[in-house]
């Protein structure tokens, strides 16, 4: 038992011995052995193949007359007699007769041997000189193709160690091929995803399954600071008996090929970024809004941080003066970071305004309308980003490493600068970068170029339309009264809309609300006219439908004008609304504990149609009750049935006894919308 045991330990701990390799068999080598006198006494399954003769046949026969031709005859018996008599081994190839009488063409490897007697033999070894041949030609063909090709190659035994390497691989990966031959894969690639490449091989040799053309990104060690890319193909080696051998990469370089796409993709983005830019920036005629348009597409596909500044001069439509180098003062519009950096401490909040010494890199891109580019900034160049030495402190904690200002210029005329920073992006500004910024810049500064004049115009009119409507009087008899301008929010052309208070004998007074169709200076001027003449007929104390009728008149002589109108008077002492209206939107009237209302008016034309009556009707206002006179604009909207509107607009007069100013503004916030293409004159009056 101890004995089987012994053998069972030594069975376990004795290794396996490695498989055969096959290439022998491939070139099939038999050997024969020849005594003295020349007979064989050897004779190989092998040379059964090789000459055709069974064991059989030959045993014991004499070798040159079975195998050698005539001709032949005295060479190899010369041949034979040196190797025994010297001991000297011969190498070479000659005709062997074959079974079938052919001859054939035999290479040769002979030696002497002696066995324990002291007995001499003579040994060949034998082969088919045309198999030979042809596997030499093969051997030389896959040397010649594997150390000339370009393509690097590799053999890896199924541990994935390397067994051989050739000088293109060698080029490659910058490795000498002696230094690669029994090293793992792992150590000598230069990809980050090493694991992936050495998973994928696995799997090659496991299933036999080719994988082709893998596309690895890395930097090798002959240049580490550029990237380069591969593309590696794996299949499984196997020798003629189907034993696994290994696995053979081949790896091409495509670094070419990888950073053309990558320009070709990076062409791409930009033109997208282009065309969203096209899309995104001056989508209103706000100066901030585009500003900030602009520096959110350029986040962060350009840049880590980015800021719009503008000229405070150019901002106040001040004629620029010449480029010199002294500081320039500038109007913070927008500031965006692709994410939280204290670098957003460093320039001035949207709204704020700052000076840059002329020493400034962003005071001298706007002082020579040219880009200023720092691809690799250090401790003096951000004494130069920044305004000051605080904020240069901020910039550099914020890992500031490359820097781009760009000119807004707008028709000629430089408007400002857009500041880019990159602190996560590790790559630095380039000229493409410059380009992609200075056509962004060109986009954005003509929509801010426009939206500065929009707002420098719509601020003129809606002074000039505020100085037409009254300063009335806040004490009228019997009544409280309060009202709102609002000029329309998506256009810069003064309205025609207006109302008035307008005080009459006897303590009565007037409330007027009227509405010029159109806009422009025009309307504005018609607006003045129709409100002048308004006050002069009222001081004539007419009748609400005699006054509206002189309207008229003046409307007719006017160039192609509408004008719609509602007069009231109202007597503290009857508490009476004499009211007429030319084809006006009809008043609100809300009375406390009661459900708000509309005024039933009779249907009439507006001024200006000419010839048509205008009816008075008369209504009672008790203390408390809430009047309100409004323009078209605050109810009418290009989405919503008029109607629809204004019973909102009545639900809003829940409380009469709310305060005028709060009533006014809840009317305005709660009806109007951003985009309304008219103006409103709004006006509210209580009884008391």
Not at 69 to 86: D, G, I, K, N, Y
Not at 338 to 346: F, K
Not at 549 to 572: A, S
């Given at each position: 038992m101890a004995s089987e045991s012994l053998r069972a330990d030594d069975d376990v701990q004795s290794p396996e011995p490695p498989r055969p390799t096959g290439l022998l068999d491939m070139l099939s080598v038999a050997a024969v052995a020849l005594d003295t006198r020349g007979r064989i006494v050897f004779w190989t399954p092998q040379a059964e193949d090789l000459f055709g003769y069974t064991a059989e046949d030959v045993l014991g026969k004499f070798a040159v007359r079975l195998l050698?031709?005539?001709?032949?005859?005295?060479?190899?018996?010369?041949?034979?007699?040196?190797?025994?008599?010297?001991?000297?081994?011969?190498?070479?190839?000659?005709?062997?007769?074959?079974?079938?009488?052919?001859?054939?063409?035999?290479?040769?490897r002979t030696m002497r041997l002696l066995d324990d007697l002291g007995d001499v033999y003579a040994l060949g070894i034998a082969a088919d000189h045309t198999l030979l041949q042809r596997v030499e030609t093969d051997l030389a063909l896959c040397e010649r193709l594997i150390n000339q090709s370009p393509i690097g190659l590799a053999l890896l035994d199924p541990d994935l160690k390397y067994l051989l390497v050739n000088p293109a691989l060698e080029r490659i990966d910058g490795i000498p091929a002696e230094d690669h031959i029994g090293r793992h894969l792992r150590e000598t690639l230069p990809f980050p995803d090493v694991n992936t490449v050495e998973s994928a091989l696995r799997q090659v040799l496991t299933t036999g399954m080719p994988l082709l053309d893998q596309y690895h990104v890395g930097h090798p060690p002959a240049d580490p600071e550029h990237e380069h890319a591969w593309s590696l193909s794996f299949y499984r080696l196997e020798d003629p008996g189907g034993r696994v051998l290994g696995a053979a990469t081949s790896v091409v370089d495509v670094t070419e090929r990888h950073h053309a796409a990558a320009e070709a993709d990076r062409a791409r983005r930009r033109l997208a970024l282009i065309a969203d830019a096209s899309a995104r920036v001056g989508t209103t005629l706000e100066v901030e809004q585009t500003a900030l348009e602009l520096a959110e597409i350029c986040t962060p596909v350009l840049a880590d941080v980015v800021a719009v500044d503008v000229l405070d001069s150019a901002l106040a439509l001040r004629?620029?003066?010449?480029?010199?180098?002294?500081?320039?003062?500038?109007?913070?519009?927008?500031?965006?970071?692709?994410?939280?950096?204290?670098?957003?401490?460093?320039?001035?909040?949207?709204?704020?305004?700052?000076?840059?010494?002329?020493?400034?890199?962003?005071?001298?891109?706007?002082?020579?309308?040219?880009?200023?580019?720092?691809?690799?900034?250090?401790?003096?160049?951000?004494?130069q980003i920044a305004r000051d030495p605080e904020s240069g402190e901020l910039l550099a904690q914020a890992g500031v490493h490359s820097y781009l200002a760009v000119p807004l210029i707008a028709h000629g005329e430089v408007l400002g600068a857009l500041d880019l920073k990159r602190t996560r992006n590790p790559l630095p500004f380039d000229e493409d970068d410059v380009v992609l910024a200075g056509e962004l810049a060109s986009r954005a500064a003509v929509a801010i170029d426009n939206a500065r004049w929009f707002q420098s115009v719509r601020n003129t009119a809606l002074t000039l339309q505020r100085s037409l409507l009254p300063d009335h009087s806040p004490h009228h008899p019997g009544l409280e009264l309060a009202s709102r301008y609002q000029p329309a929010q998506a256009t810069s052309e003064v309205g025609g809309d207006w109302y008035d208070v307008i005080p009459l004998a006897d303590a009565k007074t007037a409330l007027v609300v009227g509405d010029v169709m159109g806009n422009g200076i025009d309307a504005a001027a018609t607006m003045g006219r129709l409100r002048t003449a308004t006050c002069a007929y009222a001081d004539l104390d007419l009748a609400p439908g005699a006054v509206l009728?002189?309207?008229?008149?003046?409307?007719?002589?006017?160039?192609?004008?509408?004008?719609?109108?509602?007069?009231?008077?109202?007597?503290?002492r009857t508490r009476q609304c004499t009211i007429a209206n030319a084809g006006h939107m009809p008043p609100a009237l809300a009375r406390p504990g009661q459900a708000p209302v509309y005024l039933d008016l009779p249907a009439a034309a507006p001024l200006g149609v000419g010839g048509i009556p205008f009816e008075t009707t008369t209504a009672e206002l008790t203390p408390g009750d809430l009047l309100v006179l409004y323009t078209d604009g605050l109810v009418e909207t290009r989405q919503h049935p008029i109607d629809d509107r204004l019973s909102v607009l009545l639900g809003f007069l829940d409380d009469p006894r709310r305060p005028l100013e709060e009533t006014c503004d809840r009317l305005l916030y709660g009806l109007r919308h951003p985009d309304d293409h008219d103006d409103v004159a709004l006006l509210v009056a209580r009884a008391l």
């Open positions: 050698i031709r005539p001709e032949h005859l005295q060479a190899v018996v010369s041949l034979f007699t040196e190797v025994l008599e010297t001991g000297r081994g011969w190498a070479g190839a000659f005709p062997v007769r074959h079974k079938d009488g052919s001859s054939r063409l035999t290479e040769f004629r620029a003066r010449r480029p010199d180098n002294g500081p320039e003062l500038f109007r913070a519009l927008a500031l965006k970071a692709a994410h939280p950096t204290v670098a957003l401490r460093a320039a001035g909040a949207p709204g704020n305004v700052a000076s840059y010494d002329g020493d400034r890199l962003v005071t001298l891109c706007v002082h020579t309308g040219r880009p200023v580019m720092v691809r690799h900034v250090g401790a003096r160049d951000l004494r009728q002189h309207l008229d008149k003046i409307t007719c002589d006017l160039e192609h004008y509408i004008v719609t109108c509602l007069y009231i008077v109202y007597d503290p």
